[in-house]
């Protein structure tokens, strides 16, 4: 991020703001990922500058030993493994039913309930409220967050009912605190302090129960992964024995599978955190690279991410949420989407394999309804009101 790129995002969003001292507080190593965090002299100028600039990843330290559990709410190692039920998934194989062998989409996919978040680069409060949308009825308001917070982490719960995100304080020594709230703001509790706000942020389980995060200690030190119980007293966590070098996680409506992306990749790892695979064809070596993946399908088969050429610039990798493919998890296989020409800007796999895809038209977006089998089912043009948002999730 250099200098001029810098002044524009911030000219976007006001006529003058006051400069702001910055210092990296992250250390680079060969393979560890994490997130460089600036840290601003001035806590207002500080929200507009994650607003307008969002976030980037670093690295940090790798081979040190599994951190002491963090400060808070009561956490235990003894909580069982996360059981999900898995949901049914489409047949793969040649549909006989004669209303799809003509090529006709197949019946039953449907628009879940969209919601939205802020898009990167918009202006306007540091406050926002995060909205839903359902196609044929009018968008809704729901909870309050800070921008910068509902940029980098905000997570809607698979059942829509609700929301997950971090916030930290803008001193250098302040970390993170794990908030879970119903989805209009309402019931606001504190589940867990010394977590991280970037890399791994809240990652909600195909149970609406269960909850993916990374603590991360004040002083720089060593960090870990577990999953937390959110109905639970004691606020359970079952811990991960290693830390993954890895960020921004997606969990499988199965249940089964859970997708990071590495130094310029894509790995799958189960939900004990063991690693299982690559996906093929995105190495910080190949000719193709990710920093952002956005979703999974629900048998992990399919990614939604965004990808770049080798040597081209990554721009702000943070969790952005944007998409231009997606890709066989097996082969590495660029999947065809029927886009009608248009620019390809969001995908979102619902529980039944369709996606819902969001492309550029004219001034504003219409979002496809594309069945598992990659045909169209329906396309729907977007409020206007919802043009300079961008979707944070799906649900059925």
Partial sequence: MNQDRLRLDLAE????????????????????????RAVATSAAALVVLAAATGTALAIRPNGQAPAPAPAGPSITSSWPPVEVTP?????????????????????????????????QGSGGSPTVRLRSWRPGLQPTTLAALPKIWALSNASVSPDGRRLAWVERGFDAKDVGTLYVSDIDGSNKQ??????????????????????????????GGPDKVGVLDTASDRRTVRWWSSRPDACHAIWSADGRTIAMN????????????????AVPGLSETGAWQSHQVASLAPDATRIALFRIRKGEDAGDVGRLLRVNAVLETATGRVVDLPLGGRALKQVFFQADGSMVVRVEDG?????????????KVAEQPEPAVLRDAQLIAVVG
């Fill in 13 to 36: 969003l006001a006529e003058e703001v006051t400069p702001v001292d910055l210092r990296n507080r992250a250390l680079r190593t060969s393979r560890r990922l994490g997130i460089q």
């Fill in 87 to 119: 949901t049914p998934q489409p047949s793969r194989e040649p549909s006989t039913d004669p209303s799809t062998a003509s090529g006709a989409p197949a019946a039953g996919a449907t628009f879940g309930r969209l919601f939205y978040g802020p898009a």
């Fill in 190 to 219: 504190s589940m867990v302090s010394d977590v991280d706000e970037y890399c791994i942020t809240p990652t909600w389980s195909p149970d609406s129960r269960h909850l993916l995060f990374q603590t991360v200690l004040a002083t």
């Fill in 262 to 277: 590495t130094d310029a990749g894509v790995a799958l790892y189960d939900t004990d955190g063991r690693k299982q695979r």
């Fill in 363 to 375: 001034g504003g977006h219409v979002l496809l309804l594309v069945d598992a089998k990659g045909r």
